[in-house]
């Protein structure tokens, strides 16, 4: 397995890079003066968050299904497979091409590291751990996962990537580290992709009621994308590979209704509140231990809840047109 160091004008895929994570990973990279090279099918993917990159020489984009082998003629030094739906509805509006995504994508991708002697970066997932018996949850822990249920497409397609990404690193094929995210947010989410942040804010900015799901005291971590993008370089960069899986999040605990307080305050517009039933499988906890990432990346999350929220209020601001929030403040009234 012969693999080059990381430095300045390194070649890097990122599978996903129009995505929300993805975009942020792609211009923090060709800020570091690689090259970068964005492969999305753009099923949930987005070309305006990749507008800004165009201009960038050292930006190419690669419209392509990883589910579909990838061939690029130019040597190649890494690959970050962000790659994935990640939100419930995205990823259970097609469960059998989630499930896909994860397994035979992954592998393909892992493959093209193997034959450029890239380095490989799998974003995990905290679902891999399902619906916890253990908290916080630490790496050694097995998880909790509904092997059939609605969720499954998901957590179990992280689950088998994981085991994909391990078993090429034990028979020396690839160098690939694994990373499970907990819940990433702030600007360039979607606002219609079902996330408990996007949600929120886009519902109190357009003046309805806040929907919360269960007694909203199931509990979340909440990790700024920043913070984010600099843990998954840190663990591509570690040297050596730590040949073990890293949780990166934000250790800071909190229940939905917390989270909606939060919102509320930012954006008084909307004080009602809609409960409606859990969904199946939903997590009841969530929280990282984060000892190993702090231990082997010197890495530990910097922007608390309140700020990193106030920063992804004032992208949604200006994201949405205020004549489409006019509407639905004036539709939300009416239908009081």
């Not at 070649?11 to 994570?21: E, R």
């Not at 219609?192 to 109190?204: F, K, P, Y």
């Not at 909606?260 to 305050?265: K, L, P, S, T």
């Amino acid at each position: 397995m012969q693999i080059r160091d990381g430095s300045d004008g390194d070649t890097i895929v990122v599978a996903g890079g129009a995505g929300f994570l993805g975009s942020h990973l792609c211009e923090k990279l060709l800020g570091h003066g690689h090259g970068v090279i964005c492969v999305d099918s753009f099923l949930t993917g987005s070309q305006k968050n990749i507008a800004h990159l165009r201009a960038n020489q050292g930006f190419s984009l690669i419209e392509h299904d990883i589910c579909d082998p990838l061939e690029i003629d130019e040597q190649i030094d890494r690959i970050y497979n962000l790659a994935c739906a990640a939100s419930p509805p995205s990823y259970q509006a097609d469960p059998f091409h989630t499930m896909m995504t994860c397994v035979k994508g992954t592998g393909n991708l892992l493959l093209l590291a193997e034959q450029h002697g890239a380095r490989f970066l799998q974003a995990s997932t905290s679902e891999i751990y399902g619906d916890p018996e253990i908290h916080p949850q630490t790496e050694e822990y097995r998880g909790s996962v509904n092997c059939t249920g609605p969720r499954a497409c998901y957590d179990e397609g992280k689950r088998a990537a994981e085991a994909l990404c391990f078993d090429l690193f034990r028979l020396g094929r690839v160098d690939a580290r694994v990373a499970r995210l907990f819940n990433t947010y702030g600007p360039r989410m979607q606002p219609d992709d079902g996330r408990i942040v996007s949600n929120l804010v886009v519902q109190a900015l357009s003046g309805r009621a806040l929907t919360l799901y269960g007694t909203g005291h199931q509990t979340r971590s909440f990790c700024y994308v920043s913070d984010m993008i600099r843990g998954l370089v840190a663990l591509m960069e570690r040297e050596p590979n730590p040949a073990l899986p890293i949780n990166l999040g934000n250790p800071d605990e909190f229940s939905i209704c917390e989270l909606a307080e939060m919102v509320q305050r930012e954006i008084p517009t909307s004080k009602d509140v809609v409960y409606l039933p859990l969904p199946i499988d939903d997590p009841r906890r969530r929280q990282p231990d984060i000892r190993r990432a702090v231990d082997l990346l010197d890495w530990r999350p910097e922007i608390p809840l309140e700020e990193g929220l106030r920063h992804t209020i004032d992208w949604f601001k200006q994201m949405i047109r205020p004549a489409d929030l006019q509407l639905a403040r004036l539709e939300a009234a009416s239908a009081v």
